[in-house]
């Protein structure tokens, strides 16, 4: 059974740099691909982006400019982080995974979602 | 990108049928055979439902079907049950390579 388990600070402040990461167990970050999808508050979903072993990422335009993903082989999970939030960022960020081991249609295994929280 | 458009809200009797349509364009819905539909009730994570646009996803109820004309998907519920009280989204891959997804629609029994 794959599981995906979301950690993060909870709480930050507006224009700091936050880090959120993934724990996989059931499965190894070395196949497939892993993605970052958020919801605000009350909203609907909005993909992140994902990363691949073989380094491929891709990035949501809207947000591109400030985020960046990772993969720890060593650790079995994979990273996101976010520079300069604001209160926008707010929101659960949920991690997923791709649905074929070297292509993802679409994301089918979803961890449970840590709340982010923007405010001074 | 935009997202894809759904209705806010859909409802129905037990019993009955309910269809949402996802709306999109031709860089995306209208493109790909990559279309997901998702379950997500308060608090939870969502679930996949539908994969590429009308396979139900293992474990999923034969009531769920999903379809596509054109630039709309719609994931049609049929015999509505209590349980299937709960948003739902879309999602397709796009021209750009990323995902998006649509609004959500709120499905309730009546």
């Known amino acids: 059974q794959v599981l995906l388990r979301e950690s993060g600070p909870g709480l930050a402040k507006p224009s700091e740099t936050l880090s959120l990461t993934c724990a996989v167990s059931?499965?190894?970050?070395?196949?497939?691909?892993w993605a970052w999808i958020r919801q605000p508050p009350e909203k609907g979903l909005e993909w992140v982006g994902y990363?691949?072993?073989?380094?491929?990422?891709k990035y949501n335009p809207s947000l591109t400019s400030r985020v960046s993903m990772s993969l720890d082989t060593s650790n079995n999970e994979f990273s996101l982080r976010l520079t300069s939030v604001t209160a926008a960022d707010t929101a659960v960020y949920f991690c997923?995974?791709?649905?074929?081991?070297?292509?993802?249609?679409?994301?089918?295994?979803w961890g449970q979602g840590t709340l982010l929280t923007v405010s001074s | 990108q935009s997202a894809l458009t759904q209705p806010a809200s859909v409802s129905g009797s037990p019993g009955q049928s309910v269809t949402i349509s996802c709306t999109g364009t031709?860089?995306?819905?209208?493109?790909?055979?990559?279309v997901f539909w998702y379950q997500q009730y308060p608090g939870k994570a969502p679930k996949v439902v539908i994969y590429e646009v009308s396979n139900r996803y293992p474990g999923v109820s034969h009531r769920f079907t999903g379809s596509k004309s054109g630039t709309t998907a719609s994931l049609t519920i049929s015999e509505l049950q209590a349980e299937d009280e709960a948003d739902y989204f879309c999602s397709s891959y796009t021209s750009s390579a990323t995902y998006v997804f649509g609004t959500g629609t709120k499905v309730t029994v009546l």
């Open positions: 059931g499965a190894s970050v070395t196949s497939y691909y």
């Open positions: 031709t860089g995306d819905v209208g493109g790909y055979n990559y």
């Open positions: 997923a995974r791709g649905n074929y081991p070297s292509d993802a249609t679409g994301w089918v295994i």
């Open positions: 990363t691949h072993y073989t380094a491929s990422t």
